[in-house]
């Protein structure tokens, strides 16, 4: 009986272990990021000494193991907003969210990150009257960059001849691996990282720098665009030859790493976003997103919010999902959204063919001698039943079939220099990438690993055809360096996201355009100018595309206007860029969009200039409440509004209160729905320009649309008054018919100056009907 005992003793323990060991294992897979938002006075606040014993707190009541709460805990926020990011199962959730003070809980949800020349092609690079001199340079401005960290070594970040640090800034070098205190200096005055939420998803050793070292070279090429200093003969391996700089390059930078290898977590943009506030940044610059999300829902938009409360402007990308309607991310009206446009500057790599014809492709290879005089190649493009090969994806390609010869590769589902490796592995000596329909004609240059150029959708077809007609197809490329001033410049990029917006049709988005295609700025300096681990070669500055290299732009133009105009608010300064916008390219033919003129849901308000922006005459101010009333206008419920504001409010009497209100925005967003006829919109301008002057308007009535303004005259006696307008349209044909179809047209309002005809403040109108 004894011996039974122990063995059942025996028996019972390794079940118990076992049992254990599923146990933690099956809770360690359940634990999910939450980002917990609470009530900022909650009735449980005053029963602890800190905001984060409060949180704790939480923790403690809901957690079903033993874990000590400060392990499920990831972050404390308490500047961006009031709550915490913590680790919990589904049962532990359900009981959290029960608790008195909790006002939302979100997922933590994954977003995506989405120069030598750009600076002169917007007109900052002529005489002492231009917009750097008038603005200081952005000297004592201090931008706030959320990305891939930095490479401080770059010479951008040079800080020879920057002035001290602005005694406002109460932020900190963070040490990490390769980087310390010793990194920073008075341009790049801070750094920080956030891995926690990147970490609870992806809890293996993460193989890049743990430390604001920027591994992918993401966030040194926004930061430099923003505000590096100059550099000159920058060039990336001989292309694109010049004077590199940011647009402030007298602004301070700071950056917060947020993204990965994998991506960037909410829980550690709020992280970041609630740390910059109170270091003090004057501008962030996030060149990331997701896809539209209600902005109650919406971490940046949250965020971004009680950062524009302490007078700090917020610009974010637009994101890389055009041309595809309704595509446009970071919709808050608070946050300056920014497109993409294109530059003047190309970098030619002619195909000729066997057979006569030549193909328009662009390229910034660097060997450019090796094929401009050699001999033609054999052309070959592996179609059949395994389409991995027409991608040219890792592994695809057979040696005997493309060894020495110029393989044609589609783009689309591994990335375009990747494609030009997996051919070099494979035996290739060249590579033509073919945009796909989705693509269309798209330039969007690299600097391959092996001679290659990227031809257009009806370049392809051509191609295609060619390869299809005979037995033996060759060709040869013909590189051409770098062509400014050849090209009918800024258009819209086909990549940048565009309008409607999703989730709040009443506002005009994207807000503006800004220089996107082939941006050349900063680059690790242990990075190859691919970023592909079998590229060896070295650089200082590389090229990117994408509306994340729009973003630092006009983060770097707000830098401007804040240091040339301290006292102005966020909303102003974004009006200032919106409506000094221009909708005609340098050759003055309207800006396009692919063949045909562009319209406000892909260009906004225009493409940014500058040089107008911090002169711009009249602005449209908001204040913080005004964008409550907003909200309250869309139907946006109480707790809602007070997730994104924590402001308790009640809609019924705002909206009794301010009958007929209308967000005074630099855009205006007209909707017809089935049966209305007719809108009215009230708008407040504030005279920055000089006294005693009066302003007319012009008005181009959107198709289909009777536009009536009150006053057509506006007499301003002072700098800093303000005097309001109405406008109301008049719809002169019904919704279309069909299920949720809707029509669009567009037209404009501008104020001109009577004297000063360089004072046009334009506010583009959009105008759609919608049949439900």
């Known amino acids: 009986m004894e011996s039974f005992s122990k063995i059942q003793l025996f028996f019972f323990t390794v079940s118990i272990l076992i049992l254990t060991t599923i146990t933690t294992t099956i809770h360690a897979q359940s634990l999910h990021t939450y980002i917990i938002q609470l009530h900022p006075h909650g009735i449980t606040s005053s029963m602890f000494t800190s905001k984060l014993n409060w949180h704790l707190s939480f923790i403690q009541q809901s957690i079903s193991s033993d874990d000590h709460p400060s392990s499920r805990l990831l972050y404390s926020y308490r500047s961006a907003m009031d709550g915490f990011a913590a680790q919990l199962t589904d049962s532990e959730l359900q009981y959290l969210q029960k608790l008195p003070d909790v006002i939302s809980i979100r997922p933590d949800r994954q977003v995506q990150i989405h120069t030598t020349y750009s600076y002169k092609f917007l007109g900052l690079n002529s005489p002492r009257e231009n917009g750097w001199y008038q603005s200081g340079f952005g000297r004592g401005t201090i931008i706030g960059v959320l990305d891939t960290g930095v490479w401080p070594e770059s010479p951008s970040f040079n800080d020879h001849g920057m002035p001290p640090i602005p005694r406002k800034w109460k932020g900190i070098c963070q040490s990490g691996q390769a980087f310390n205190s010793s990194n920073c200096n008075r341009k790049l005055i801070g750094a920080r990282y956030f891995t926690k939420g990147h970490l609870a998803v992806s809890p293996s050793r993460i193989p890049e720098y743990l430390s604001p070292r920027d591994s992918s070279g993401h966030g040194t090429h926004t930061s430099s665009t923003a505000g590096g200093v100059p550099v000159p003969m920058a060039s990336v391996l001989g292309y694109a030859e010049g004077v590199a700089t940011g647009m402030a390059p007298g602004a301070h930078i700071a950056v917060y790493k947020v993204c990965w290898f994998n991506g960037c977590y909410n829980s550690d943009i709020m992280a970041a976003m609630d740390v910059a506030i109170r270091d003090g940044v004057d501008i962030l610059s996030l060149s990331l997103g997701g896809f539209p999300v209600p902005l109650f829902d ?97 592994g695809s390609l057979p040696r005997d079939k493309v060894k020495g010869k110029m393989v044609v590769c589609d783009r689309g589902v591994n990335g375009r220099a990747e494609k030009g490796q997996v051919v070099k592995e494979a035996g290739g000596a060249a590579m033509i990438l073919a945009n796909t329909v989705i693509n269309l004609e798209e330039d969007s240059v690299d600097v391959h690993i092996l001679p290659a150029t990227l031809v257009g959708f009806d370049e392809s077809i051509t191609l295609k055809a060619y390869i299809n007609s005979t037995m033996r197809p060759l060709a040869r490329i013909e590189f051409g360096g770098t062509v400014i001033g050849k090209s009918r410049a800024p258009a819209v990029a086909i990549f940048s996201a565009r309008g409607p917006s999703f989730t709040n049709p009443s506002i005009l988005k994207p807000d503006v355009i800004a220089p996107g295609v082939n941006i050349v700025a900063a680059w690790p300096q242990n990075l190859g100018p691919t970023g592909l681990a079998e590229d060896t070669r070295r650089v200082n500055f590389s ?34 860029i919106m409506t000094t916008a221009e909708v005609s390219d340098h050759k003055g033919r309207p800006i396009l969009d692919e063949d045909k003129p562009a319209g406000p849901f892909a260009l906004g308000a225009g493409h940014v200039n500058p040089q107008r922006a911090l002169n711009p005459g009249l602005i449209y101010d908001i204040r913080p409440n005004d964008y409550i009333n907003h909200l309250c206008s869309i139907g946006y419920t109480r707790s809602e509004i007070f997730s994104i504001t924590h402001r308790n409010v009640s809609c019924n009497d705002i909206m009794k209160m301010n009958r007929g209100f209308s967000l005074n925005y630099p855009s205006i967003s007209v909707m017809f729905k089935h049966g209305m006829r007719r809108g009215m919109f009230r708008r407040r301008v504030t005279n920055v320009g000089s006294p005693n002057s009066i302003y007319s308007v012009e008005v181009v009535a959107p198709e289909g649309v009777k536009v009536i303004v009150k006053p057509k005259r506006l007499v301003f006696k002072q700098i800093n008054q303000s005097l309001s307008y109405k406008v109301w349209f008049i719809s002169r044909k019904n919704a279309g018919k069909g299920a949720d179809m809707m029509t669009f047209a567009e037209g404009s309002l501008t104020w001109v100056h009577s004297q000063n005809g360089s004072y046009r403040v334009r506010s583009p109108i959009a105008v759609t009907w919608k049949s439900k």
Request: net charge negative; proline share 5%.
């Open 543 to 576: 090229v990117m595309s994408g509306t994340s290299m729009s973003c630092p732009h006009v983060s770097g133009i707000s830098a401007l206007i804040h240091s040339a105009h301290p006292r102005w608010t966020p909303a102003a300064i974004k009006s200032a």
């Open 298 to 394: 919406d971490s940046i938009a949250i965020g971004s919010f009680r950062a524009m409360e302490h007078g700090i402007s917020v610009i974010c990308a637009a994101g890389n999902n055009g041309p595809t309607a309704m595509s446009v991310a970071n919709e808050a009206p608070w946050i300056n959204t920014v497109g993409a446009s294109t530059l003047d500057r190309k970098f030619p790599a002619i195909v000729h063919m066997g057979n006569g014809q030549i193909l328009y492709g662009e390229s910034m290879y660097p060997m450019n001698k090796l094929l401009s005089i050699g001999k033609e190649l054999e052309l070959v493009y592996l179609t059949g039943g395994d389409t991995e090969s027409q991608f040219c994806l890792s």
